[in-house]
Nanobody, 124 residues
Framework: QLQLVESGGGLVQPGGSLRLSCAVS????????IGWFRQAPGNEREGVSC????????TYADSVKGRFTISRDIAKNTVYLQMNSLKAEDTARYYC?????????????????WGKGTLVTVSS
């Protein structure tokens, strides 16, 4: 059964770091477009960073470039998001999403599968 399970969220001070994990079962992480999305209260779910299933290329939202790094461990079938220099505006629920269609981009509408999310709160 296809499943994505996120972990690693929590409360962190501005400037701090967190590492999120997405454990995947039911498919391999290098087969579908897979990545991280976030949704703050009152906002739409937005793409943060993804691996393209068709090319393996990595994309980042402009707001996180230089601060966040996505990676994956194929042996563990897990995708990670290292978040450094966190800001209050990074506060959101972070979701792992996967899209099975060829050429799917890192947008929430392109994802077919979702985890339940993990909450990240950046506050002093």
């Amino acid at each position: 059964q296809l499943q994505l399970v996120e972990s690693g969220g929590g409360l962190v001070q501005p400037g701090g770091s967190l590492r999120l994990s997405c454990a995947v079962s039911g498919f391999t992480v290098d087969y579908y477009t897979i990545g991280w999305f976030r949704q703050a209260p009152g906002n739409e779910r937005e793409g943060v960073s993804c691996f393209s299933g068709s090319t393996g290329a990595i994309t980042y939202a402009d707001s996180v470039k230089g601060r966040f790094t996505i990676s994956r461990d194929i042996a563990k079938n897990t995708v990670y998001l290292q978040m450094n220099s966190l800001k209050a505006e990074d506060t959101a629920r972070y979701y792992c999403g996967a899209g099975r269609r060829w050429g799917t981009m890192c947008v929430s509408g392109g994802m077919d599968y979702w985890g339940k999310g993990t909450l990240v709160t950046v506050s002093s």
